[in-house]
């Protein structure tokens, strides 16, 4: 079993910044992907960033958020952030963090953990 607490959401004005941090605790994680995901009001849950647990240049982003978002973790610490920079009133959604096993993936289904989420909200 994995327990993934986000933390770092709030609210910001557009081309700001936000760092969102997610902590892991309850099992190895080395042969895991953390990924990224977000949900906005009224729409599907859709990926945002992963990355290896044990391979930190195994990632990858959503096009949308390619150039503006870094994914990073620190394994020490247990740790998976999402950088965010030059954000966007689009941007806005609840975020989530998630574990499943294997490389990173874009799709939901591989990912067996997640979190409660953090409220992202960028005013234009």
């Known amino acids: 079993q994995v327990q993934l607490v986000e933390s770092g959401g709030g609210l910001v004005q557009a081309g700001g910044s936000l760092t969102l941090s997610c902590a892991a605790s309850?099992?190895?994680?080395?042969?895991?992907?953390m990924g990224w995901f977000r949900q906005a009001p009224g729409k599907g849950r859709e990926f945002v960033a992963a990355i290896s647990w044990s391979d930190s240049s195994r990632n990858n982003y959503a096009d949308s958020v390619k150039g503006r978002f870094t994914i990073s973790r620190d394994n020490a610490k247990n740790t998976v952030s999402l950088q965010m920079n030059s954000l966007k009133p689009e941007d806005t959604a609840v975020y989530y963090c998630a574990a499943g096993p294997g490389v990173p993936s874009t799709s939901t289904s591989r990912y067996d953990y997640w979190g409660q989420g953090t409220q992202v909200t960028v005013s234009s």
């Open positions: 309850g099992r190895n994680l080395y042969w895991y992907s």
